[in-house]
């Protein structure tokens, strides 16, 4: 995320006019993927911390299933579409 933050704020002052409106564009242009991301984040931390003991087991039984399926689930965070050439409007 980091990276693409900086990748996306660099278009961002290069294209835009001042340093005000090319802040207000990065923030536009990454809220609802930083939200999303959050998210699938938060929803994740919640699977993994099962509090007792037959939850940790059940966890440990089923997570390579999950693992395996939640490769393809989460492609959309780890492919971030991004060209350099195209403008910033």
């Known amino acids: 995320m980091a990276l693409e933050d900086a990748f996306v704020l660099a278009k961002c ?3 835009r006019p001042d340093a ?3 802040f207000a564009t990065f923030e536009r242009l990454r809220r609802a993927r930083v939200e999303r991301m959050l998210k ?3 929803q994740t931390g919640q699977q993994k ?3 007792r003991w037959l939850g940790r087991k059940i966890r440990d039984l089923i997570l390579p299933l999950f693992l395996r ?3 393809q689930a ?3 965070m780890y492919n971030y579409p ?3 050439e195209e ?3």
Do not use: C, H, Y
Request: proline share 8%; no cysteine; net charge positive.
């Open 40 to 42: 699938a984040s938060r």
């Open 13 to 15: 002052l290069r294209d």
């Open 82 to 84: 991004f060209d350099w």
């Open 74 to 76: 989460t492609e959309w």
């Open 49 to 51: 911390a099962p509090t």
């Open 20 to 22: 005000p409106a090319a």
């Open 69 to 71: 399926k939640g490769a």
């Open 87 to 89: 403008r910033i409007v």
